[in-house]
């Protein structure tokens, strides 16, 4: 099994920036990729940003290219999203979510097995 817990979240104004944190224990030797997503109130979850844990590829939904970054530092089993340039709509819960086998479209929330309990960001105008 895989825990996932994530933080950082909180309320900023539009063109501000967060960066999220999502600490992975357990087995986590045999995740293949682990991804960022995103749902508000009345939407589907969809994927943010996407990482492939042993190569460091990337995957990044277009409405937040160029302006959110995913990475990871395997020495503390931990995954970031840094946001930049924040806007309103970019407001939602976001979960830290990982997968063992390599999924066929890593934005996909359905390709993923193991999620966090979110962490709300909030941009206000």
């Known amino acids: 099994q895989v825990q996932l817990v994530e933080s950082g979240g909180g309320s900023v104004q539009a063109g501000g920036s967060l960066r999220l944190s999502c600490a992975a224990s357990g087995i986590t030797y045999s995740i293949s990729w682990m991804g960022w997503f995103r749902q508000s109130p009345g939407k589907e979850r969809e994927g943010v940003a996407a990482?492939?844990?042993?190569?460091?590829?990337?995957n990044y939904a277009d409405s937040v290219k160029g302006r959110f970054t995913i990475s990871q530092d395997n020495a503390k089993n931990t995954l970031y999203l840094q946001m930049n340039g924040l806007k309103p709509e970019d407001t939602a819960m976001y979960y830290c979510?990982?997968?063992?086998?390599?999924?066929?479209?890593?934005?996909?929330?359905?390709?993923?097995?193991?999620w966090g309990q979110g962490t709300q960001v909030t941009v206000s105008l």
């Open positions: 990482i492939y844990t042993a190569g460091g590829q990337t």
């Open positions: 979510a990982a997968v063992r086998n390599v999924p066929v479209s890593v934005l996909s929330p359905l390709a993923y097995q193991y």
